[in-house]
């Protein structure tokens, strides 16, 4: 059998992913699960770096899931709430099935690491280090919670507000992963975000449409009046598309349950996949979700303390604009894809330790 080469170069972002950001610990009940769509190299690289610190994972494959965040075997569920910490590595996110908020109820630490294949573990964006994601992360986290309202514009024609609510902003991560958390590792890690409970009003023009793989040839357009989803233009495929998922899921499916944008300068804008989970790690890119949301957490500064889902219809789909301009309040966030931050002179200073231009 020829030796995988590229295998050999994902373990430094296996490294950065399992044993930086998710604290891995020898005596820890470890579960690694793919799928029979995933790249089993992306599993492989991380089960060697955790048999490299001595841990005794148990990798599952399941069969592969046509939608995001279905349900896995019930097997498979009781394997993750058995967990101390979870690494998915699946051709779909798991991030908002059932079986990962109950295993993040039961205390395990739950890592998203779904890519279109292991060339995303050997990027410069899972290089990163994660001690500058912490330090972005607080930064722009800070800002969104001082914020009042956000507003969201490109080039193409989006023009979208929201109220800014200090509970409805999420930022991660801003430490290593605690028990009852979650994380996602796609190519590199890093975003804030907040639920905009029901103010969103506006239009929305994506590049990028969840499941779709590429940039789409005519942008999608939604239209949004008191955080729902009230009209789709676009090309037939796409407008046919939402239009299912309204039927399927009902007005939860219209529903804008989150806005998000990445903070890592060195992810690539990977959109030749149907998650496009890597570009939204890419620093400045703005993800929408519809469908389901968690309208607020206990303790904004503690994601342990996240409220169950408040709208739930069982569906829940980024899409990506790759170059927005963000504002919180009067306050330049993002500038048509370029995250301002980034020029601050202490994270500038911080990169060049690493050898790294922001």
């Known amino acids: 059998m020829p030796a995988d080469f590229r ?62 965040h279905e349900e896995p075997p019930e097997p498979v569920a009781q394997a993750m709430k058995a967990a101390d910490l979870i690494f998915c590595c699946t051709y779909q996110e798991m991030i908002y099935a059932q079986a990962r908020l109950e295993a993040t109820k039961s205390g395990a630490r739950y890592i998203e690491m779904v890519m279109d294949s292991v060339e995303s573990m050997c990027t410069e964006g899972a290089r990163y280090p994660i001690e500058l994601i912490f ?54 890690t890093g975003d804030v975000g907040m639920w905009p409970a029901w103010t969103a009003e506006g239009v929305l023009v994506f590049d990028c449409v969840h499941t779709f793989i590429g940039r789409l040839k005519t942008p999608t357009k939604l239209f949004v009046e008191g955080g729902q989803v009230v009209r789709v233009e676009g090309d037939a495929e796409q407008v046919t598309f939402f239009e299912g998922i309204f039927e399927k ?33 890419h620093a400045g890119c703005l993800h929408v979700a519809t469908g389901m949301s968690i309208d607020f957490y206990e303790d904004p500064t ?37 995250l301002k931050v ?15 231009s922001l």
């Open 135 to 188: 330090e972005t992360c607080r930064r722009i986290f800070e800002q969104w919670r001082s914020g009042e309202t956000i507003h969201v514009t490109c080039d193409r024609g989006s023009d979208l507000t929201a109220q800014l609510q200090p509970q409805n902003v999420v930022g991660g991560p801003m430490k290593p992963v605690e028990p009852g958390t979650f994380e996602v590792f796609a190519g590199g």
């Open 249 to 281: 899921f009902g007005d939860g499916g219209r529903h804008i349950g989150e806005l998000m944008i990445g903070l890592n300068p060195k992810a690539r804008i990977f959109i030749d996949d149907p998650t496009h989970l890597e570009a939204h790690r």
């Open 7 to 68: 295998l050999m170069e994902a373990l430094q972002g296996a490294r950065n992913c399992a044993i930086t950001l998710a604290d891995a610990k020898p005596d820890e009940k470890i579960v690694i699960i793919a799928d029979t769509h995933s790249d089993t190299r992306i599993a492989q690289a991380v089960m060697a770096v955790l048999l490299e610190i001595g841990a005794d994972p148990a990798l599952i494959v399941q069969k592969a899931r046509p939608f995001p």
């Open 342 to 356: 980034l020029d601050h002179p202490d994270l500038q200073a911080m990169a060049a330790k690493y050898g790294l």
């Open 302 to 338: 503690d994601r342990t303390t996240m409220k169950s889902p408040t709208v739930d219809p069982g569906i829940h789909l980024d899409h990506l604009i790759i170059e927005p301009t963000i504002k919180i309040d009067d306050e330049v966030c993002v500038e048509k894809g370029r």
